[in-house]
């Protein structure tokens, strides 16, 4: 066991595992998993639910009046992993869809958002002891981070991944649209101003369209060995 706990950050595009490399470390390491893609997701759910969000534009200007009276938590679940909560309700199932996934990408591209809940996220980690993805977390959450995994995989191969787990929740998507979602938000994470998704300097890059799941976390557990015993 490792007495000194480090922040890990595992940034990355949009379904290319994050959530499943993080939460696989954190299991190992007794560590605390949060996804902050669901912040961002329950702020564009919460702005879609009273109209602030249409297909055609955001009003911005209620959204900034409005962001310090949206709260958001993780509470443990009974399969072991974690829900979102918006103002005190189970947002869990809602958050995924691809409306709330939309929304979520259109929501990080502003500036109070973001500032909003990075600081909810370094408040999250100040103790250390925390495994975060998103976009942002090795660059501007957590930029002191002793750990930095940036994943990669190809949209197809993302697109279907992230198809088979709408399958799996009983939803019936279209293939070219889970695809075309998952490019335009390539696009927006990539290139927006407001800290655009790009690979930390200090990152470890791991590809994964041909790896499994075990591998990829035994290579971030030897990963995370070398940086504890070198300390
Ligand atoms: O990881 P995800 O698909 O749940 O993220 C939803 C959206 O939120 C995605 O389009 C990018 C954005 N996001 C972000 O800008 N910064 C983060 N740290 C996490 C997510």
Redesign the pocket.
């Given at each position: 066991m490792h007495a000194k706990k480090i922040n890990i950050a595992v940034?990355g595009y949009?379904?290319c595992g994050?959530?499943t490399i993080a939460k696989g470390l954190a299991k190992a390491l007794g560590y605390t998993y949060i996804?902050?893609?669901?912040?961002?997701?329950a702020v564009?759910l919460h702005a879609i639910r009273n109209g602030w969000i249409t297909p055609e534009s955001i009003n911005e200007e209620v959204l900034r009046e409005q962001i310090g009276g949206i709260q958001i938590d993780f509470k443990p679940n009974e399969v072991g992993s974690q829900d979102t909560y918006l103002n005190g309700e189970n947002v869990e199932k809602e958050?995924r869809s691809l409306e709330a996934?939309d929304g979520?990408?259109r929501?990080?591209?502003i500036g109070f958002v973001?500032q909003a809940?990075v600081r909810l996220?370094q408040e999250m980690g100040k103790d250390k002891g925390v495994v975060?993805?998103?976009?942002?977390?090795g660059n501007v959450?957590f930029p002191e981070a002793e750990m930095k995994l940036f994943l990669t995989a190809s949209p197809e191969t993302r697109a279907k991944r992230r198809f088979d787990e709408m399958v799996a929740r009983g939803e019936n998507p279209r293939y070219e649209e889970v695809l075309a979602n998952v490019k335009e938000?390539d696009k927006?994470?990539t290139t927006?101003v407001e800290?655009p998704?790009y690979q930390a300097d200090d990152a470890w890059v791991l590809d994964n369209t041909h790896l499994g799941i075990e591998e990829q976390l035994q290579r971030a557990l030897e990963m995370f060995n070398k940086i504890t015993t070198k300390k």
């Open positions: 940034d949009s379904s994050k959530s996804d902050s893609g669901a912040m961002y997701r564009a958050i996934a979520a990408s929501v990080s591209t973001r809940l996220q975060m993805d998103g976009r942002d977390i959450v938000r927006r994470d927006r800290s998704l």
